[in-house]
């Protein structure tokens, strides 16, 4: 295994559409072994392939559970909404709030190539999510909420929720 070098913001790779993987092979067992390592070198609870220059739909990840490595992750379905802050290794130094489902499933291929899916909420949802949007080049400030934005987000939830109480 390895320590990667992860790329930062301004590089434009972080802007591209990750590949498909279509084999699983040494190549990619051995990128995900080096992204785990690296996110544990730096303190991370998650990475994903164009972090470390690699444009392939892989990533790594660990909130507290153990490490996971899916391959080709795709969000199947999501409810809910929740907001919190994120950080991001490849957006050193800053944190920003960013809304995101309360709720996901995920179906993925494992370092074996079987099938899988796995549900999430809270920190693990979080983590899915912003990791999945790097493989499509999104980061995660693209969807920062200013905190002036982030309290009429709340008032505008809260009202729609008292709505929906009022009619059932």
Not at 46 to 64: F, K, N, T, Y
Not at 135 to 143: E, M, Q
Not at 146 to 155: G, P, V, Y
Request: charged share 35%.
């Amino acid at each position: 295994m390895a320590i990667r070098v992860i790329r930062t913001d301004e590089d434009p790779i972080l802007r591209k559409r990750s590949r498909e993987v279509k084999e699983i092979n040494d190549r990619i067992t051995t990128l995900l072994d080096d992204m785990l390592e690296t996110m544990y070198e730096a303190d991370g609870v998650g990475i994903a392939a164009p972090q470390v220059g690699i444009l392939r739909r892989a990533i790594a990840l660990d909130v507290g559970d153990g490490p996971m490595k899916l391959i080709n992750p795709e969000i199947i379905e999501q409810e809910g909404s929740e907001i919190d802050v994120e950080g991001c290794l490849s957006v050193p130094n800053f944190n920003g709030t960013v809304e995101r489902p309360a709720w996901v499933k995920v179906k993925y291929l494992d370092e074996t190539g079987e099938q899988k899916e796995v549900e999430a909420t809270g920190l693990f949802a979080r983590c899915l999510c912003h990791e999945i949007d790097h493989l499509d080049g999104i980061l995660f400030r693209d969807k920062y909420i200013d905190e002036i934005s982030r309290e009429d987000l709340i008032k505008a939830r809260e009202a729609n929720d008292d709505e929906k109480d009022t009619q059932q």
